[in-house]
């Protein structure tokens, strides 16, 4: 199961730690054991001076699905979502190393709202962003909520996180949510050059320079748990299960 979040530490770049969603059979969807990995990841990070940047890659053609269905099912059947995915979010927000992305192919729900998170995510041609949160009668998480209108202006985040429609990478770069597109071949490559050159820069004053361009991140964890409240609500409602139902019957 850990092998589904593969930590790495390339050769050629020693202060680096490489986040891999490992699970491309299931399109890289997390459950929750990849959750709790996910968070022990970021928060060694947090507290290794060895490590000054981390970066979040996927599998070829594919980011992330989001969550994990089964997983979600359970969570309506139980009615409760555990901690894990709080957890993480929270570790997310709160990460005080520099977090890049590259994302390609499929960006599915927190496949697309982690990169709200990031200070530099890059996104091969093919990448595709949706978050089809309100079709299966949930809500946004990760303060995409809050993050999205302010980054992309409100109709833009209405279109992307209510309505469900989906995002071409060539979007949502003019959008402001990534920085930069590229092509599948040379995705890795790029997202690692850039990490290597933030991991390069002094490190002390490059955490000032983007404390001072994030500012705080209060606004931020308040909305997480705020969604996260809707969120459990919804899990526990009529209409998620049937979603949930008639999701899993075109499967």
């Known amino acids: 199961m850990t092998d589904h979040i593969l930590i790495e530490h390339p050769d050629a770049m020693p202060h680096v730690q490489v986040i891999r969603f490992n699970r491309?059979?299931?399109?890289?969807?997390?459950?929750?054991a990849m959750y709790i990995r996910l968070t022990e990841a970021l928060?060694?990070?947090?507290?290794?001076?060895a490590?000054?940047?981390?970066?979040?890659?996927?599998?070829?053609g594919c980011f992330s699905a989001g969550n994990d269905m089964a997983d979600f099912m359970a969570f309506a059947i139980g009615g409760?979502?555990?901690?894990?995915?709080?957890?993480?979010?929270?570790?997310?927000?709160?990460?005080?190393?520099?977090?890049?992305?590259?994302?390609?192919?499929?960006?599915?729900?927190?496949?697309?709202?982690?990169?709200?998170?990031?200070?530099?995510?890059?996104?091969?041609?093919?990448?595709?962003?949706?978050?089809?949160?309100?079709?299966?009668?949930?809500?946004?998480?990760?303060?995409?909520s809050l993050i999205a209108p302010r980054v992309m202006g409100y109709q833009r985040a209405f279109a992307l996180l209510a309505a469900g429609e989906?995002?071409?990478?060539?979007?949502?770069?003019?959008?402001?949510?990534?920085?930069?597109?590229?092509?599948?071949?040379?995705?890795?490559?790029?997202?690692?050059?850039?990490?290597a050159r933030l991991a390069a820069k002094p490190p002390e004053a490059l955490k000032i320079?983007?404390?001072?361009?994030?500012?705080?991140?209060?606004d931020i964890l308040?909305?997480?748990?705020?969604?996260?409240?809707?969120?459990?609500?919804q899990l526990r409602s009529a209409e998620a299960r049937a979603a949930f139902e008639a999701f899993m019957k075109r499967k």
Do not use: Q, Y
């Open 24 to 32: 491309p059979e299931k399109k890289n969807a997390i459950t929750r």
């Open 43 to 49: 928060r060694i990070a947090d507290e290794n001076p």
């Open 51 to 60: 490590i000054r940047v981390n970066v979040f890659l996927g599998t070829e």
């Open 80 to 144: 409760a979502m555990g901690t894990e995915v709080l957890d993480f979010l929270n570790a997310l927000a709160a990460a005080r190393k520099p977090l890049v992305s590259g994302v390609d192919g499929l960006a599915i729900g927190i496949g697309t709202t982690i990169h709200m998170h990031c200070d530099l995510t890059i996104a091969s041609d093919r990448t595709v962003f949706r978050t089809p949160f309100v079709d299966l009668a949930l809500v946004p998480e990760a303060a995409s």
């Open 166 to 195: 989906p995002l071409s990478a060539a979007e949502a770069r003019e959008s402001g949510l990534i920085w930069r597109v590229t092509t599948p071949e040379a995705l890795e490559e790029e997202t690692l050059a850039a990490a």
């Open 209 to 218: 320079a983007r404390d001072l361009l994030r500012g705080s991140s209060h």
């Open 222 to 233: 308040s909305r997480i748990h705020e969604e996260a409240g809707h969120f459990e609500a």
